[in-house]
C-alpha cells in the first residue's frame, strides 16, 4: 500500500487558518488522496477527497500538488471543535468497499 | 442527517466469552465495515462486506471472529473466545455503492474491556 507522512502533532491559534500537510511520494495514478479526522473519544468523520484537482467542501479544502506527491488540507478559519487527529489516507481508485489504511495522523491543538 | 449507530456503547467481558457488537449501517448503504483501535493506538481495518459475503479482511480478522448481517438493518461483528488483546474500541462504518465515492460513514463505536 502507499503510505503516507504526516507530522505527529500541530498547533494553531482559534480562527486563524491550518495547513495540515502530508506526503505520499509512492502514490499511484488510481490513488485517491482521502483526509478523515478523529474528535477525541469519536469515530473517524470523513473531511474531503480528491484526485489531482483542488477540492473545496464546507469542511475544508485540499491542495494536491502537480505531481501528487504531497497534499495539504486547509481549515479556513480553526474553532475549538477542530482539535481532532487528522489522517491523510491513499484510497485505490477509490472504490467503494475499499479498506482505508489509517496511519498516525496529525493531532492538530486549536488553542483560543 | 443519517448516521451509522453502534450497540452496546462499553461491553465489558470475562475472557473466552463469546460478544457480538452490532451495528445499523445508513439505511441506504451497501458497503459494511469494521475497524477497531486499541488504546493509544492506529484505527485498523478489520473486514469489509457486500453482498451477504466479504469482501476483503485483514490479518487480524481470523478464525474467532465472524460477522453478519442477520436482517435488513443491522451488521453484526462476533468475537467467539474473547482474549485480553482483543480489549480496544470497535468502529463500524457504512458506505454507498458510488462509482468514484469511498467515502465511509463510522459509528460512535463499541468500548470492549475483556477481563
Known amino acids: 500500500d502507499a503510505k503516507t507522512t504526516q507530522p505527529n502533532s500541530m498547533e494553531s491559534n482559534e480562527e486563524e487558518p491550518v495547513h495540515l500537510p502530508c506526503n505520499h511520494s509512492?502514490?499511484?495514478?488510481?490513488?485517491?488522496i482521502h483526509w478523515y479526522r478523529q474528535l477525541p473519544s469519536q469515530g473517524p468523520e470523513y473531511v474531503i477527497h480528491?484526485?489531482?484537482s483542488n477540492v473545496n467542501n464546507r469542511m475544508a479544502s485540499l491542495a494536491i500538488a502537480e505531481d501528487r506527491k504531497s497534499s495539504t488540507l486547509i481549515l479556513h478559519r480553526a474553532t475549538l471543535r477542530d482539535a481532532a487527529v487528522y489522517y491523510c489516507i491513499l484510497s485505490y481508485e477509490n472504490n467503494a468497499g475499499n479498506m482505508l489504511t489509517f496511519g498516525g495522523g496529525t493531532r492538530l491543538m486549536v488553542k483560543p | 442527517e443519517p448516521e451509522v449507530t453502534q450497540t452496546p456503547s462499553h461491553q465489558v467481558t470475562q475472557m473466552g466469552q463469546e460478544v457480538i457488537l452490532r451495528c445499523v449501517p445508513i439505511?441506504?448503504?451497501?458497503?459494511f465495515y469494521w475497524y477497531r483501535q486499541i488504546l493509544g493506538q492506529k484505527v485498523e481495518f478489520l473486514v469489509s462486506f457486500y453482498n451477504n459475503e466479504i469482501s476483503e479482511k485483514s490479518e487480524i480478522f481470523d478464525d474467532q471472529f465472524s460477522v453478519e448481517r442477520p436482517d435488513g438493518s443491522n451488521f453484526t461483528l462476533k468475537i467467539r473466545s474473547t482474549k485480553l488483546e482483543d480489549s480496544a474500541m470497535y468502529f463500524c462504518?457504512?458506505?454507498?455503492?458510488?462509482?468514484?465515492?469511498?467515502?465511509?460513514?463510522f459509528g460512535p463505536g463499541t468500548r470492549l474491556t475483556v477481563l
Open positions: 439505511s441506504n448503504h451497501l458497503y
Open positions: 462504518a457504512s458506505s454507498e455503492p458510488l462509482a468514484g465515492g469511498n467515502e465511509q460513514f
Open positions: 509512492t502514490i499511484s495514478g488510481t490513488d485517491y
Open positions: 480528491g484526485l489531482t
